[in-house]
């Protein structure tokens, strides 16, 4: 879940990233997704040598602390200032991962404690925030592959039982695919409070929310289940689709669709399509008190009652690693629907941006940012760039900018 704190700081700070091209599988759809052909095209099993994370790891050379960098030739240009930077700059704090589908070219964890008093390593568990949001889409685009839903359905088919809601017929026709690309008009529960919960009600989160850990969580112990009903209680910002507005509130949602049309809890559809099958043994979904980094002074720990879809994941840059592979290696989508996932308008796909070369999404909570990012080589490689911190959003990213230069 994008922090209280950042308003849609993630375009503007990787705006400074001069790159020009995009990945093969950002080509815009053709058609949507079917069932026939999804089931067809989806690669069942993952490959052992992408989830071998720890393997690959034990192979590099450890030149500090917790960093070890891969010594191989071809990684000398990608590693040089790099390399140092990590080693030398002190405002480096947390856990990083920079590799490729069969490498991995270097992993830290420095100059941060977790909660035991231990330097972070790599599989350190962090709030991921809304890198959440990429794995709730991979979970929706399970369900239109097996027939269960389309993405043209509109929340009025799963939510009927909302009808006498004062915005139901204006709240109604928004699809699937609107609440995926954040064109859904729908105010942001979080950032927009005023907006979605009225300004009597939303003052309560603007006044107290935002400062202390007490008031945000005691805000969404009183109003957490009441999301879905309140989506319904207020006229959307716009119109569905006729622009981009990012909005925690459309994975909420999405997280609610899930559980209605799987048959399964959200966590447990979550854990059994994305978790399991990549081997995310350091992650979990709607579960408090297993982040083991620890966080700056002020900060908190988020309750999942206010982040449910739209960042409620823990993991590590390990796991993540292992989501990423199977993810673009095509493991866990059929090619369909990677295409949909990946058809970018206003920049914005399903839980990924597309920014130049990257094609990332950022994460933040009031304690950690993360920050997922995927370049194309131009010898035809993924190169991936996974870190966790317990620093803000404008630190993380200054200090990822630089490593666009991983590209050969």
């Given at each position: 879940?994008?922090?209280?704190?950042?308003?849609?700081?993630?375009c503007l700070l990787l705006a400074c990233v001069m790159m020009a091209s995009c990945l093969p599988s950002c080509s815009e759809a053709k058609h949507e997704a079917t069932t026939s052909e999804t089931a067809q095209q989806t690669k069942r099993e993952i490959p052992r040598e992408l989830l071998n994370v720890d393997e690959q790891i034990k192979k590099l050379n450890?030149?500090?602390?917790?960093?070890?960098?891969?010594?191989?030739?071809?990684?000398?240009?990608?590693?040089?200032?790099l390399r140092n930077q990590i080693k030398d700059n002190v405002s480096v704090r947390g856990s990083i991962i920079i590799a490729t589908d069969d490498d991995v070219i270097l992993a830290s964890g420095t100059r941060l404690k977790d909660r035991d008093g231990n330097e972070v390593t790599p599989h350190t568990t962090y709030e991921i925030g809304s890198v959440t949001k990429?794995?709730?889409?991979?979970?929706?685009?399970?369900?239109?592959?097996?027939?269960k839903i389309k993405l043209d359905d509109t929340l009025g088919d799963f939510f009927p039982e909302y009808g006498s809601c004062p915005f139901y017929?204006?709240?109604?026709?928004?699809?699937?695919?609107?609440?995926?690309?954040?064109?859904?008009?729908?105010?942001?529960?979080?950032?927009?409070?005023?907006g979605f919960w009225?300004?009597?009600?939303?003052?309560?989160?603007?006044?107290m929310g935002l400062v202390t850990e007490e008031g945000f969580n005691g805000f969404f112990d009183k109003y957490g289940d009441k999301i879905v009903e309140q989506a319904f209680c207020r006229k959307p910002a716009f119109e569905q689709d006729k622009k981009f507005d990012y909005s925690n509130t459309n994975y909420t949602l999405l997280a609610e669709i899930i559980e209605k049309k799987s048959g399964m809890s959200y966590a447990r559809f979550m854990e059994e399509t994305v978790f399991k099958p990549c081997g995310m043994t350091?992650?979990?979904c709607m579960k408090n008190g297993n982040v083991q980094a620890s966080i700056k002074k002020n900060a908190w720990y988020n309750e999942f009652n206010s982040s449910k879809g739209c960042g409620d994941v823990h993991s590590s840059v390990v796991?993540?690693?292992?989501?990423?592979?199977?993810?673009?290696?095509?493991?866990?989508?059929s090619e369909g629907s990677m295409n949909e996932m990946m058809n970018f308008v206003d920049d914005y796909g399903f839980g990924w941006q597309q920014m130049d070369e990257w094609i990332l999404h950022g994460g933040s909570t009031a304690g950690f940012s993360t920050f997922n990012g995927v370049l194309n080589d131009v010898n035809g490689k993924r190169i991936y760039v996974l870190m966790c911190a317990n620093q803000g959003e404008e630190c993380v990213f200054s200090l990822i900018v630089p490593m666009s230069g991983l590209r050969m």
């Open positions: 879940m994008k922090s209280v704190r950042i308003r849609k700081t993630l450890n030149i500090e602390g917790n960093i070890w960098i891969n010594e191989d030739e071809q990684y000398k240009v990608k590693l040089g200032k990429s794995m709730t889409a991979v979970c929706i685009m399970k369900l239109v592959e097996d027939g017929s204006e709240v109604a026709p928004i699809t699937v695919r609107n609440l995926l690309r954040m064109r859904s008009g729908i105010h942001d529960f979080v950032n927009d409070p005023a009225g300004e009597e009600t939303g003052s309560e989160l603007a006044g350091d992650t979990t796991d993540l690693l292992k989501y990423h592979r199977a993810l673009f290696g095509g493991y866990l989508l």
